[in-house]
């Protein structure tokens, strides 16, 4: 029992961080395929 405790306690920051920064990073990569669609489509009626 005390090992699984020492391990959540080693691995538990760790793995918070990292799932902490994967949400902020997945909303600012929507955000940036949302803006290349934009872009995409403003190109293309500037073309027509």
Request: without cysteine.
């Amino acid at each position: 029992m005390n090992e699984w405790v020492a391990f959540i306690s080693n691995v538990g920051f760790p793995v918070t961080i990292t799932l902490y920064l994967l949400v902020r990073i997945e909303a600012k990569l929507e955000q940036l395929a949302s803006s290349i669609t934009q872009l995409t489509q403003t190109l293309y009626s500037i073309k027509e």
